[in-house]
């Protein structure tokens, strides 16, 4: 958790917010990936591509 405060300490002072839709994008892909190698999940995920 305290990566996730630090890194919007970050955003806030250097005024960086076009690393948020960047940021949610790889957890997002992350997620995904996770999903769709481990879980019965796969074929559903897969069909969206």
Do not use: Q
């Not at 958790?1 to 948020?20: D, G, T």
């Not at 960047?22 to 996770?34: A, H, K």
């Amino acid at each position: 958790m305290e990566f996730l405060r630090e890194f919007w300490h970050f955003l806030k002072e250097r005024k960086k917010w076009w690393l948020v839709p960047l940021m949610i994008l790889i957890i997002l892909l992350t997620v995904f990936i996770i999903l769709g190698s481990a879980t019965a999940l796969a074929p559903f995920i897969y069909s969206l591509f």
